[in-house]
């Protein structure tokens, strides 16, 4: 895998991803409009994934979301499984930290599980 340059517009979505929130596609093309074009937004969401700097998952509404990733590349070429929260209110959405048992399954090899879990933040909760 060729090693990612760290352009201005690289260190932007970077920059953009610190937070440990996920961020829709269309959110971050919208953020980047006056920067960057669509496509190059996606050219870079696209290495960045692909080298484990970010992961990605689909909401309830199929639209595809990214957040900074936890682990190293080799870690994730093997099972990759976590949850991610994402609140009906406010719409903010994050990786959640717990524990996944992914049951083995006849016949199959099981090679990522993604998990949405959806509801209300503390934030909404409280206000």
Do not use: W
């Amino acid at each position: 895998m060729n090693k990612i340059r760290k352009t201005k517009s690289v260190k932007l979505i970077i920059d953009a991803l610190k937070e440990n929130k996920a961020i829709s596609i269309i959110e971050l093309v919208d953020r980047f409009s006056d920067k960057m074009n669509k496509t190059t937004v996606y050219r870079i969401l696209d290495r960045l994934e692909k080298s484990g700097i970010l992961h990605s998952f689909k909401d309830q509404n199929g639209l595809k979301r990214y957040a900074k990733s936890n682990t190293s590349r080799k870690e994730t070429e093997t099972l990759s499984s976590h949850a991610h929260f994402l609140c009906e209110d406010c719409g903010i959405s994050s990786c959640v930290s717990i524990d996944l048992n992914i049951p083995s399954a006849f016949n199959y090899t099981i090679k990522n599980s993604e998990h949405l879990l959806l509801g209300q933040c503390g934030e909404c909760l409280a206000g």
